[in-house]
Nanobody, 126 residues
Framework: QVQLAESGGGSVQAGGSLRLSCSVS????????MGWFRQAPGKEREFVGM????????AYGDAVKGRFTVSRDKVKNTLFLEMNDLKPEDTAVYYC???????????????????WGQGTQVTVSS
């Protein structure tokens, strides 16, 4: 079993930055690709970004390319999401998730991820 716990959410003004963390624990915590999703009120959950098993490659959703960065610390079993130039439309609950694949960064559907955290709220005001 794998457990994921997000932290670092909060409120920020447009143009600001936040860094989310996701602590990962469990038998296979560091063996798979990891990703971030978000869900705004009244909208479907959306792919944000992901990173492969060893942390050498990343992929991002179009809405956040150039502003968000996914990274991981395998020693500390922690996933990060650095968010810059935040916009009001970035307001959502952010979830981290573990992929069922090691390095497939094309597998960005929710069904490609087996384990999920509880989410952390990010609110961006204009």
């Amino acid at each position: 079993q794998v457990q994921l716990a997000e932290s670092g959410g909060g409120s920020v003004q447009a143009g600001g930055s936040l860094r989310l963390s996701c602590s990962v624990s469990g038998r296979t915590a560091s063996d798979f690709a990891m990703g971030w999703f978000r869900q705004a009120p009244g909208k479907e959950r959306e792919f944000v970004g992901m990173i492969n098993r060893i942390g050498s490659r990343t992929a991002y959703g179009d809405a956040v390319k150039g502003r968000f960065t996914v990274s991981r610390d395998k020693v500390k079993n922690t996933l990060f999401l650095e968010m810059n130039d935040l916009k009001p439309e970035d307001t959502a609950v952010y979830y981290c998730a573990q992929s069922r694949y090691l390095n497939n960064l094309y597998a960005t559907a929710q069904s490609d991820f087996d384990y999920w955290g509880q989410g952390t709220q990010v609110t961006v005001s204009s």
